[in-house]
Structures are given as structure tokens and as C-alpha cells.
Nanobody
Framework: QVQLVESGGGLVQAGGSLRLSCVVSGRSVSNYHMGWFRQGPGKEREFVAA????????IYADSVKGRFTISRDNVKNTVYLQMNSLKPEDTAVYYC???????????????????WGQGTQVTVSS
């Protein structure tokens, strides 16, 4: 069974940093696309970042580009989201996700993903 478990969320002041982790079991992060999404209060789930499995190419939403970094550790089978210069509008539940296969899918779309973690809360105060 494929399972994704996020951790690292918490409360941080604006301008601070957090590092989210997604530990994956049931598949290797080096062989599948991985993505991060977030859902703020009263908002729809939105794309944050993704990493393409074959060459580690990264993709970012414009709202986080230059502040967030997605990476993976193949030994630990873990995907990370380093979040710097956090803003109150970054407050959301953050989800780790992966598609059903390693095929070519639009990684910025929620519907491209099949496996999801339970989410971890990130709260950024002013």
C-alpha cells in the first residue's frame, strides 16, 4: 500500500521558515512524481510545488516561487518542502501527494494525483 505521511507544520511568525516532510511508503520517491498542495480556510485546494521523478525538475506556483523549495531524499524516501519568508496568506493545511503512475500528467492539477497524505497545518501569524 502506498502511504504518505506529512509532518513539520506548526505556528510561525511572518518572515519565518518551516520545513515540511513527507515520508513515503509503498513506492520510491525517485520513481514517481511528487507534489505539495495546500488548502486554506474556506478555499479550494491549490497547487504549491512538484518534482518530476525522472530528472528532478521542479515546478512551483507563482505565489511561492523564490520562497519555497521542493526536494527529495532517495535514501530516506522522503520529500521535503522548505518554506522561507512565510506570509499570513501561506496559512493552510499542506498535503503531500503522488499520481497513480509515473506517466506524463499536469502536475499542477489536483485531479492528476491519486495518493494523498493526511495533511499538516501551517499557521503564519502577523
Amino acid at each position: 500500500q502506498v502511504q504518505l505521511v506529512e509532518s513539520g507544520g506548526g505556528l510561525v511568525q511572518a518572515g519565518g521558515s518551516l520545513r515540511l516532510s513527507c515520508v513515503v511508503s509503498g513506492r520510491s520517491v525517485s520513481n514517481y512524481h511528487m507534489g505539495w498542495f495546500r488548502q486554506g480556510p474556506g478555499k479550494e485546494r491549490e497547487f504549491v510545488a512538484a518534482i518530476v521523478w525522472i530528472v528532478s525538475r521542479t515546478i512551483y506556483a507563482d505565489s511561492v516561487k523564490g520562497r519555497f523549495t521542493i526536494s527529495r531524499d532517495n535514501v530516506k524516501n522522503t520529500v521535503y518542502l522548505q518554506m522561507n519568508s512565510l506570509k499570513p496568506e501561506d496559512t493552510a493545511v499542506y498535503y503531500c501527494a503522488s499520481p497513480a503512475s509515473a506517466g506524463n500528467v499536469p502536475l499542477s492539477l489536483v485531479d492528476s494525483y491519486h495518493y494523498w497524505g493526511q495533511g499538516t497545518q501551517v499557521t503564519v501569524s502577523s
